[in-house]
């Protein structure tokens, strides 16, 4: 079997109608995403502005197997910041969550995307007392480096970062030192592609980045367990 030391993977949050047109655009190229999803507000009815884009949650009924392949994460149940809650209000945000992912999936999920990358060691803590093995945050590393404390996993970059295509030409031509492997984690919102008008820019991403065979194109899950960090 061959043994792969370079990974890509992507977590894009929030459950919006533009995720179609980004799942799409993964598939079409291969790529694999972790979706982290708020099971409770999943309507249109939940939608806000962005330079006078208006976004909106897909309907729940909406979705059907839009994920299929890709990963699903709990995001909360409604999005609200998670700093200095007691056991119950985690119970009610995260527990329900994880149960209807469940429910509606059919899956157990096990990482979590932090809504406004906020958390604290009583989150992290209940977290990973429930489940859930690996959260994203918002802190960029500008790095290939396995996450080294999976439950605060750092991304690698967002999508918009200046660096995106300079760290993709090193991960494509350079290789990890000896005893390293490396792990290349976009994040972003599928719907800052609408508000930025940059969807060229995802797409030229994936199509530089597809089709090396020395290159898995995993979920979050897949490549953190395939290289033994969950
Ligand atoms: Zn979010």
Redesign the pocket.
Known sequence: MKQYRKALTFSY??GVTQDIRLVELFNKYGMKCTF?L?TGIQSETSYWYMQDVRIHRMNQSDIGNLYQGHEIAT??LT?ENPSDRDEAWLNEEYGKDIENIKRIYGVTPVGM?Y??GAYDDTVCDWLTAHGIKYGRNVWETHSFALPEDPIRLRPTCHHNDEELFPLLRKFLEEEPEEDEVWLFYVWG?SYEFDTCRNWARIEEFVERAAGHEDVMYGTNEECLRYFGVI
Request: glycine share 10%.
């Open positions: 949050d929030d982290n708020n995001h909360g999005h995307a809504a406004y919102h």
